[in-house]
């Protein structure tokens, strides 16, 4: 078993063995959600939050938007595109999503002058990545292509509602 930060390394690395240990490891569900937190404060710094209100106000839009993003994947996942062997629950999917989310500590380097914003940009497709594989592993999906459609459309659709809403307002 691999300790803590061996599995967020493991996770960042895109290593399969590390999604389906943490992914079987009820007790990695605690450390999953402290990645998450921790990766979410970075990205609210990293994308230029210079005072603790938009800091906080930018955490909490990271950790629900990641939220929503897990749950419609769980459901897309599962309900309307599963693959022949796929099972899995909700604490598979967010240890697995959680473990993806240790790449993004590196946002927080988003605040660096000139290089912030393209490191910024490339963590963030690196965890985009990573959460593929973590849906691929905890879908049990033989297709990486399969977890990607099925991340795809879990990340979209929150957007195209959220525009859908804002649009008549603006």
């Given at each position: 078993m691999q300790s803590f930060i061996g599995r967020m390394i493991g996770a960042a690395g895109l290593r399969v063995e590390t999604y389906e240990e943490v992914e079987a490891d009820v007790s990695a569900t605690g450390p999953a959600i402290g990645v998450v937190i921790v990766s979410s404060m970075a990205g609210a710094i990293g994308i230029g939050a210079s005072n603790p209100r938009s800091i906080a106000g930018w955490f909490v839009a990271v950790i629900v938007s990641w939220m929503v993003w897990v749950l419609l994947t769980l459901f897309i996942g599962t309900r309307l595109l599963p693959g022949s062997a796929t099972q899995a629950d909700?604490?598979?999917?967010?240890?697995?999503?959680?473990?993806s989310a240790s790449v993004g500590i590196l946002r927080v380097l988003g605040v660096l002058p000139l290089i912030g914003r393209p490191i910024f940009i490339i963590v963030t497709i690196w965890m985009l990545l990573?959460?593929?594989?973590?849906?691929?592993?905890?879908?049990?999906?033989?297709?990486?292509?399969?977890a990607?459609?099925?991340?795809?459309?879990?990340?979209?659709?929150?957007?195209?509602?959220?525009f859908g809403l804002v649009r008549p307002v603006i």
């Open positions: 909700f604490g598979q999917i967010l240890r697995t999503t959680g473990f990573t959460f593929v594989i973590a849906i691929r592993q905890a879908l049990d999906f033989t297709s990486t292509a399969r990607f459609v099925v991340c795809l459309l879990g990340w979209l659709i929150p957007w195209i509602v959220l």
